[in-house]
């Protein structure tokens, strides 16, 4: 069938990206580590990877906590630490003071995205 090319593929590589944040989610890796594989996700611009990445630490609450600080200073994930962090909610407290500088860095008007 024409085009069916490209939906195998799209869902080959979903499952396959699903698969790793799965098993990112059972390892005990150290959060600078794990938010620069975040950021490596992030970079591929596939939103529905990115959403489901930013599920994972949304369930992981608190303990999300020190990714999502590591994951401010990523370029390719800091829009989407500020969507978890603003889903996790007075959980993320800790991120306040990183969420801060972040939001300072970026005084002008801009996309973050």
């Known amino acids: 069938m024409f085009g069916t090319d490209y939906c195998f593929g799209f869902s080959t590589a979903i499952t396959r990206s699903v698969a790793a944040i799965n098993a990112l989610r059972q390892l005990d890796v150290p959060p600078e580590k794990l938010a620069s ?55 993320a407290a800790g991120t306040v003071p990183d969420l801060a500088a972040f939001v300072k860095s970026h005084d002008q008007v801009e996309s973050i995205h």
């Open 37 to 91: 594989t975040f950021s490596k996700v992030l970079a591929s611009n596939d939103q529905a990877v990115a959403v489901y990445a930013v599920e994972a630490m949304v369930d992981a609450g608190a303990k999300a906590v020190p990714l999502l600080k590591a994951a401010l200073k990523e370029p390719n994930s800091a829009f989407w630490a500020c969507v978890a962090i603003q889903d996790i909610g007075p959980d």
